[in-house]
């Protein structure tokens, strides 16, 4: 399956243009829409949500991935193999989460150019030709492969608000693990969370925190928004404590 990953949203001509685009270069292979609201022209958190949501899907998929803000400019486009999947996008950050947290890697430049290329709309023009060329089988030669970016900076999980979902959950770029269990989640300084299970285990209103389905950390208000009532925002950073004197909402 070709899966796409995308900030373009659900509004305008963008989605269909890059489905037919794919259509026409793979036939019936099926096209998943997984995030089409991907933080707008943030490659670095859009690659920590990127990560996480593709983590499950089988062998083989192709993710086409298109948060690019550098479109048309000196960015290199590039197809990634981690592991067993393939991810096709600019080399701006937004495939470095993947990697990072994949045991095995090969990179490789896209030198092929279309007859026609906008100089704004890769997905459709370049990126998609080459999801389409790999979901078909046609894979690139491992002996072509390049170093890839430098990786050593980038951290494998961040303290930061990535995404804020339909319901006003705030999707964190932590991943969970047992040693944060009964530790509190504190933001600006001054306000903290505790920890819960799942939703129904703290009353209507009440904020906490819990490990949600893609592993990642994630911030919630029973039968409310997270977002409106704490005040959190992609971007928002947190840390994690003990024990604190600080209000817990």
């Not at 170093?147 to 930061?160: F, H, K, N, R, V």
Request: with cysteine; glycine share 8%.
């Amino acid at each position: 399956m070709i899966v796409l990953f995308t900030d373009f949203g659900n509004e305008g001509p963008y989605l269909g243009q890059v489905e037919a685009k794919l259509y026409a270069e793979a036939g019936n292979v099926r096209v998943v829409q997984l995030v089409n609201n991907a933080p707008a022209g943030d490659p670095r958190l859009s690659s920590y949500l990127l990560a996480a949501t593709s983590a499950d899907f089988p062998a083989g998929s192709v993710f086409l991935c298109v948060v690019d803000p550098g479109v048309g400019g000196e960015r290199l486009p590039i197809v990634l193999k981690a592991d067993d999947k393939w991810y096709v996008g600019p080399d701006n950050g937004l495939l470095n989460s993947v990697a990072v947290q994949a045991e095995k890697v090969h990179w490789w430049i896209i030198h092929w150019k279309p007859e026609k290329l906008s100089a704004s709309f890769h997905g459709r023009d370049l990126f998609a030709p080459i999801a389409a060329q790999l979901a078909i089988g046609n894979h690139p030669d491992e002996n072509e492969c390049y170093p890839g970016p430098d990786l050593d900076s980038w951290p494998a999980d961040i303290a930061t608000i990535i995404y804020i979902d339909h319901y006003g959950n705030a999707i964190t770029g932590w991943r969970y693990t047992r040693d944060l269990d009964n530790k509190i989640l504190v933001w600006n300084r001054y306000h903290s969370i505790e920890q819960a299970h799942t939703f129904c285990d703290v009353e209507p209103g009440r904020a906490f925190w819990y490990c949600n389905s893609s592993g990642l950390i994630e911030v919630a208000v029973n039968q409310g928004r997270a977002d409106e009532k704490l005040g959190l925002a992609p971007g928002s950073g947190f840390r994690f404590q003990d024990r604190i004197s600080a209000t817990i909402v």
